[in-house]
């Protein structure tokens, strides 16, 4: 535990400082880009960045984390088969997308703007080809290195989003950036600066691509890493289909498009819910965080007769900050509202919901490593694909009538109802401990304080007396009495013990 707590900490302080760095370029979005329907496209295109990129990697990372866990398994030859069957995936991937940018572009509602289709193949590819280096560092137990790389995409991605959106706006009239550079199309330029900093992102992680031979490539093992990969591979899909889907068919299914309404009134709608959704974000950081550090300890742990007691604290523990994490935005989202600009903030409504579907995301994670462990990898699938009809049916059914708030609603019950299926089924196979008591406890402790700040906040709304410095004052103390009850309950005596 004291391993796994030291790794998170390194993993979420670079994914804190990385992912805070880039939350901080959506006010610069918000601001620099001509609408909100702008941000749309690029709320909408990411969305299926992240999805294709679960595709490229069909499952590939945590089959790497398997087989090179295993004693009859050559660690060497399971990376350079990962690395060399990915790279020729990602390529022929990047190759299509250049070619085909025309007509994908066209079925994506995109025409006259092929670039972005050329431009997102090309960022995709070189993140799925990276997935597995990133994992030989995770495996290697070099978390200072996986932190330090990723930071430099953060560094790197900064600066060419500033130089494109704040520099050249200023230096094209006098120089000769003004014969390409158009700052009505700052949409393309977020997309270039991406494909930079990746490229050069990857050119650091060449020590560590380059460290196999091509001889120990195995067709045999990529066979059965394959075989035990490809399930994941639906439930990766599913998962992050769970995670995105709202933003992918959101314009879709909009109001104004199914009415003939101009679709830029769907795009902007999808830009507030993006940019509100990006509020939400420090959940997802330590979510993130918590799962670099999480998968290879499990595997490792899993040889050890005492690894269920090991997963129950690991469960126990990231509720408890989670929910800590969840007071402290609830208490100080007037103040995180400016992040983004004045006209997004009618969406803010919606990040309570995604604050609580991050929770339960993390806990569904949590808790799918008895299907991984087990081999059980088919059930992830089942849960997944469950997942995304009941994402699709609540979307399509409440979008049309209540817009953005059915996106975040959806994935909320979604996450929910996932996680305790794989709680129920669960039990069968791997029965770890779980301290349901203190789970418990938290959990109606901190619905019991949320819901009193929204009931004071309420009050004073309807009495003409609200105000943000006020709320923010009830919001932290709210928020000290659940830490004093955590101090007091578990991290004094968690401090006071050389071991869990």
Same mark, same amino acid.
């Given at each position: 535990?004291?391993?796994?707590?030291?790794?998170?900490?390194?993993?979420?302080?670079?994914?804190?400082?990385?992912?805070?760095?880039?939350?901080?370029?959506?006010?610069?979005?918000?601001?620099?880009?001509?609408?909100?329907? $702008?941000?749309?496209?690029?709320?909408?295109?990411?969305?299926?960045?992240?999805?294709?990129?679960?595709?490229?990697?069909? @499952?590939? =990372?945590?089959?790497?984390?398997?087989?090179?866990?295993?004693?009859?398994?050559?660690?060497?030859?399971?990376?350079?088969?990962?690395?060399?069957?990915?790279?020729? /995936?990602? +390529?022929?991937?990047?190759?299509?997308?250049?070619?085909?940018?025309?007509? #994908?572009?066209?079925?994506?509602?995109?025409?006259?703007?092929? =670039?972005?289709?050329?431009?997102?193949?090309?960022?995709?590819?070189?993140?799925?080809?990276?997935?597995?280096?990133?994992?030989?560092?995770?495996?290697?137990?070099?978390?200072?290195?996986?932190?330090?790389?990723?930071?430099?995409?953060?560094?790197?991605?900064?600066?060419?989003? +500033?130089?494109?959106?704040?520099?050249? &706006?200023?230096?094209?009239?006098?120089?000769?950036?003004?014969?390409?550079?158009? &700052?009505?199309?700052?949409?393309?330029?977020?997309?270039?600066?991406?494909?930079?900093? /990746?490229?050069?992102?990857?050119?650091?992680?060449?020590? $560590?691509?380059?460290?196999?031979?091509?001889?120990?490539? $195995?067709?045999? +093992?990529?066979?059965?890493?394959?075989?035990?990969?490809?399930?994941?591979?639906?439930?990766?899909?599913?998962?992050?289909?769970?995670?995105?889907?709202?933003?992918? #068919?959101? &314009?879709?299914?909009?109001?104004?498009?199914?009415?003939?309404?101009?679709?830029?009134?769907?795009?902007?709608?999808?830009?507030?819910?993006?940019?509100?959704?990006?509020?939400?974000?420090?959940?997802?950081?330590?979510?993130?965080?918590?799962?670099?550090?999480? =998968?290879?300890?499990?595997?490792?742990?899993?040889? !050890?007769?005492?690894?269920?007691?090991?997963?129950? !604290?690991?469960?126990?523990?990231?509720?408890?900050?989670?929910?800590? #994490?969840?007071?402290?935005?609830?208490?100080?989202?007037?103040?995180?509202?400016?992040?983004?600009?004045?006209?997004?903030?009618?969406?803010?409504?919606?990040?309570?919901?995604?604050?609580?579907?991050?929770?339960?995301? @993390?806990?569904?994670?949590?808790?799918?490593?008895?299907?991984?462990?087990?081999?059980? /990898?088919?059930? @992830?699938?089942?849960?997944?694909?469950?997942?995304?009809? #009941?994402?699709?049916?609540?979307?399509?059914?409440?979008?049309?009538?209540?817009?953005?708030?059915?996106?975040?609603?959806?994935?909320?019950?979604?996450?929910?109802?996932?996680?305790?299926?794989?709680?129920?089924?669960?039990?069968?196979?791997? &029965?770890?401990?779980? !301290?349901?008591?203190?789970?418990?406890?938290?959990?109606? +402790?901190?619905?019991?304080?949320?819901?009193?700040?929204?009931?004071?906040?309420?009050?004073?709304?309807?009495?003409?007396?609200?105000?943000?410095?006020?709320?923010?004052?009830?919001?932290?103390?709210?928020?000290?009495?659940?830490?004093?009850?955590?101090?007091?309950? !578990?991290?004094?005596?968690?401090?006071?013990?050389?071991?869990?």
């Amino acid at each position: 535990m004291k391993g796994l707590a030291k790794d998170t900490a390194i993993y979420g302080l670079s994914s804190i400082i990385g992912k805070f760095l880039n939350w901080m370029l959506v006010p610069l979005y918000t601001h620099v880009l001509e609408t909100q329907a $702008d941000y749309g496209i690029v709320t909408h295109l990411y969305a299926w960045t992240a999805l294709l990129l679960v595709i490229l990697t069909y @499952g590939m =990372e945590t089959g790497y984390f398997r087989f090179t866990n295993r004693e009859d398994e050559n660690p060497t030859a399971v990376y350079s088969t990962a690395l060399i069957a990915l790279f020729t /995936t990602s +390529l022929i991937f990047a190759i299509s997308c250049v070619v085909l940018r025309y007509p #994908i572009a066209a079925w994506l509602g995109y025409a006259g703007h092929e =670039e972005f289709i050329a431009l997102m193949g090309v960022v995709v590819a070189i993140d799925a080809f990276a997935s597995i280096p990133f994992a030989y560092l995770r495996y290697k137990k070099r978390p200072i290195k996986f932190a330090s790389v990723k930071l430099v995409f953060v560094f790197l991605n900064i600066v060419f989003n +500033l130089f494109f959106l704040v520099v050249c &706006p200023y230096i094209a009239h006098w120089s000769c950036i003004g014969s390409w550079y158009d &700052p009505a199309d700052g949409v393309r330029y977020i997309f270039w600066s991406n494909i930079l900093a /990746t490229t050069l992102q990857t050119l650091f992680l060449l020590p $560590d691509i380059t460290v196999f031979r091509f001889a120990a490539f $195995d067709f045999g +093992l990529l066979r059965r890493m394959l075989r035990y990969s490809l399930p994941l591979l639906v439930l990766g899909v599913c998962g992050i289909m769970n995670q995105t889907l709202d933003r992918i #068919i959101f &314009p879709y299914l909009h109001p104004a498009i199914l009415s003939s309404d101009s679709a830029a009134t769907a795009q902007s709608e999808l830009g507030v819910y993006g940019a509100c959704f990006k509020v939400a974000m420090i959940m997802m950081m330590f979510t993130q965080a918590f799962r670099y550090a999480y =998968e290879p300890f499990v595997f490792a742990k899993h040889k !050890d007769r005492q690894s269920v007691a090991a997963y129950a !604290d690991a469960m126990k523990y990231y509720i408890v900050f989670s929910y800590l #994490i969840l007071m402290g935005m609830i208490a100080y989202l007037d103040l995180l509202k400016y992040i983004i600009a004045p006209s997004f903030w009618e969406g803010l409504r919606i990040v309570p919901l995604v604050l609580w579907a991050y929770i339960f995301q @993390g806990i569904y994670f949590n808790l799918s490593f008895w299907y991984k462990l087990t081999d059980r /990898t088919q059930w @992830g699938m089942y849960f997944s694909i469950l997942g995304v009809i #009941i994402t699709f049916v609540l979307q399509v059914v409440l979008v049309p009538h209540i817009g953005y708030i059915a996106s975040a609603g959806s994935s909320t019950v979604c996450f929910f109802l996932l996680m305790l299926l794989s709680w129920w089924i669960g039990r069968r196979y791997l &029965p770890v401990p779980y !301290d349901y008591r203190s789970i418990g406890m938290y959990t109606l +402790l901190v619905v019991v304080l949320s819901g009193l700040y929204y009931f004071v906040r309420a009050m004073l709304i309807h009495y003409g007396l609200f105000n943000e410095w006020v709320m923010m004052g009830i919001g932290t103390i709210l928020l000290m009495v659940y830490m004093a009850i955590l101090i007091q309950k !578990d991290l004094k005596q968690l401090l006071m013990h050389k071991t869990i």
